[in-house]
T-cell receptor
Framework: GAGVSQSPSNKVTEKGKDVELRCDPI?????LYWYRQRLGQGLEFLIY????????KSGLPSDRFSAERTGESVSTLTIQRTQQEDSAVYLC???????????FGDGTRLSIL | KNQVEQSPQSLIILEGKNCTLQ??????????LRWYKQDTGRGPVSLTI???SENTKSNRRYTATLDADTKQSSLHITASQLSDSASYIC???????????WGAGTKLIIKP
């Protein structure tokens, strides 16, 4: 497809486990973003990639969160030692450039038991 | 503190009616203002982007306005349809452009 693809669409895991979320951006989009959206709340910025580098990681809530991007394409967001407060929808977006509209995937709904 | 506030929190209107959603922001340095539509369980979809110099911008039945002096924006929806039921989110971009301040959204419900 031509849109941003995220997997898995849903993830249920036990507290303390590690999880890895994947984002396939639109081909040719150099900018990639990760957001967190808690139920009924606005989007919370996590990290921004320009190409494969992350000039802004300021939104990552703790050192349990990390993200990488390879080949100016796929990105993974990893959460280690998950806690119940990590339960949320994690959204990925990409854009041609930072000034251009962001195109979003449908997110990964993460539930920590 | 950079903030985007939207009102009302939620709104119910009958199909075919018009409505206006409001957005107030305190964001500096301002680059542009964006409106997104988010259907339940889906990612947000861009409706419009407005720069400092643009006062009005239309996209089909959506008309956005921006008053940079009062730091207010509105999104007007004309002749609402059932498919317009969604959350409408106001987003303000900082100078860097990638840094976006997101409002909590207005949940719009269109009833037949």
């Amino acid at each position: 497809g031509a849109g941003v693809s995220q997997s898995p669409s849903n993830k249920v895991t036990e507290k303390g486990k590690d999880v890895e979320l994947r984002c396939d951006p639109i081909s040719g989009h150099t900018a990639l973003y990760w957001y967190r959206q808690r139920l009924g709340q606005g989007l919370e910025f996590l990290i921004y990639f320009q190409g494969n580098s992350a000039p802004d990681k300021s939104g990552l809530p703790s050192d349990r969160f990390s993200a990488e991007r390879t080949g100016e394409s796929v990105s993974t967001l990893t959460i280690q030692r998950t806690q119940q407060e990590d339960s949320a929808v994690y959204l990925c977006a990409s854009s041609l450039a930072a000034s251009q509209p962001q195109h979003f995937g449908d997110g990964t709904r993460l539930s920590i038991l | 503190k950079n903030q985007v506030e939207q009102s009302p929190q939620s709104l119910i209107i009958l199909e075919g009616k018009n409505c206006t959603l409001q957005c107030n922001y305190t964001v500096s340095p301002f680059s542009n203002l964006r409106w997104y539509k988010q259907d339940t369980g889906r990612g947000p979809v861009s409706l419009t982007i407005m720069t400092f110099s643009e006062n009005t911008k239309s996209n089909r039945r959506y008309t956005a306005t921006l008053d940079a002096d009062t730091k207010q924006s509105s999104l007007h929806i004309t002749a609402s349809q059932l498919s317009d039921s969604a959350s409408y989110i106001c987003v303000v971009s900082l100078d860097s452009n990638y840094q976006l301040i997101w409002g909590a959204g207005t949940k719009l419900i269109i009833k037949p």
